[in-house]
C-alpha cells in the first residue's frame, strides 16, 4: 500500500480522495414536494398591522388629489383621476370603524389600488409597510387578536419567527353590498 502510493501521482490521489469522499458521503434530504409561496402586502389599519393578498392589489401609490363626490357616505373620500382613469377613493378605517382619518392626514397614508373584476378603487389606509413572503405552511390556524371591524374580513392568517398577520381579504370587501353601496 505504501508502494502504490510512492508511486502515484497527485492526480491518482485527488481520484482516490474523489471515490472515498463519495462513498461516505450522505445524500440529500428527499425532496417531498415543491413548496408554495404566498405573498402579501404589510399594511397598518387605525394601529393594527395586516396582509393584503398581493393577487388582489393593483397598484400601490400616494393619496391622490380627490374631488368630492355629494350624496355619498362619508367614507367616500372622492374621485381621482390615476393617469386618465376615474378612481373612487374610500377611507377604509371610515367604513369599518365609522371614524374617518382627519383630511389633514390623508397625504401621510398610503392607497391601495383594488381591481377586483369590474371593481377598480383606491383604500386610504395608515401606512403600507412592504412586501412579506411567506410559504403556504405558515398560514396559521389561528387568528390574531383583531377588533371586531376586521373580524369579517379576517379569515386567515400567516405565521413566523414570532410575526403573526391576518390577511384583510379585499375580495371580500369588494363583494361586500354594504360597501358597494355608497349613496345616502
Known amino acids: 500500500m505504501a508502494e502504490a502510493a510512492v508511486t502515484a501521482t497527485p492526480f491518482d490521489l485527488l481520484?482516490?480522495?474523489e471515490r472515498?469522499?463519495?462513498r461516505?458521503?450522505?445524500g440529500l434530504p428527499a425532496q417531498t414536494g415543491e413548496k408554495q409561496d404566498w405573498t402579501g402586502i404589510l399594511f397598518r389599519l387605525k394601529g393594527t398591522e395586516l396582509l393584503a393578498p398581493m393577487e388582489q392589489v393593483a397598484e400601490i401609490v400616494s393619496m391622490p388629489d380627490v374631488a368630492r363626490v355629494p350624496g355619498v357616505k362619508p367614507w367616500v373620500l372622492g374621485i381621482a383621476n390615476m393617469r386618465g382613469n376615474l378612481l373612487p377613493v374610500a377611507d377604509l378605517q371610515g367604513?369599518?370603524?365609522?371614524e374617518n382619518v382627519p383630511s389633514s392626514e390623508w397625504k401621510q397614508g398610503s392607497l391601495l389600488v383594488l381591481r377586483q373584476g369590474d371593481m377598480y378603487a383606491g383604500l386610504l389606509v395608515d401606512a403600507v409597510l412592504g412586501m412579506k413572503h411567506y410559504w403556504r405552511e405558515d398560514q396559521a390556524e389561528e387568528l390574531p387578536a383583531l377588533d371586531a371591524a376586521l373580524r369579517p374580513y379576517v379569515e386567515t392568517s400567516f405565521s413566523r419567527m414570532g410575526e403573526h398577520y391576518?390577511?384583510?381579504a379585499l375580495g371580500k370587501l369588494a363583494a361586500s353590498e354594504e360597501f358597494m353601496?355608497?349613496?345616502v
Open 95 to 98: 367604513y369599518l370603524y365609522g
Open 24 to 26: 461516505h458521503a450522505a
Open 181 to 183: 353601496n355608497v349613496s
Open 15 to 17: 481520484l482516490d480522495i
Open 166 to 168: 391576518g390577511v384583510f
Open 20 to 22: 472515498k469522499s463519495q
